[in-house]
């Protein structure tokens, strides 16, 4: 999926080797197996990439404001975006900070790769990639007035907790929302709904997107 990419400075000082293994979760219906980096291992000169690391404010409501927030509405919808963190990259001179080591088979050589999106497990992955929807949303707000505000305030991380007050103006604000998480390379999933029409709506959509794919 493009996530890392093969090093081309293998013998860098300022790189930094990140520890990673997978977690699996059988019960889980979506993203079963989890890439974890451990970014909070301490390297020679006992310091981690998570000890330098800048973690950024908190840019989202708390979680109670949310859920009251939430259901004020008649009709309420819920998702989330699949693989948040691995939809947004890294600068290229950053890369080098996020590097790990991979070989497909024992018997081969091990091979430096440098991930290039944020990665789950560094301090600063939570307010990267909350930031990086709060610009998407700035950007397109011009053209989605109503909605772009939505992104900013309907969030905890990478779940949507949105409503409106009828079928008609919900279903509008799914397919805006959907419209401008596409164009900053975001997917939504696993929708749901108290209102049936509006939930074989959004899976129609899924269904067309499929499709078009």
Partial sequence: M?????????????AIYLPHHAIIREDKDTSRVRDVYDASAKGTKGRSLNDNMMVGPVLQPDLRSLIISWRKH???V???????YRMINM?????NLQRIVWRDSKDEDLTSYNLTTVSFGTAAAPFLSVRTLNQLADDEEHEFPETAPVIKQAFYMDDLMAGRENIESTKKMCNEINTILRRGGFEMQK???NSDEVLDFLKRGDN??????
């Fill in 208 to 213: 067309n997107r499929n499709k078009i794919r």
């Fill in 191 to 193: 929708w749901s709904s």
């Fill in 91 to 95: 600068t290229e001179n950053h890369t």
């Fill in 74 to 76: 008649k009709i309420c």
């Fill in 78 to 84: 819920v998702g989330d975006i699949v693989k948040m």
């Fill in 2 to 14: 493009g996530h890392m990419k093969m090093s081309d400075t293998p013998d860098n000082k300022l």
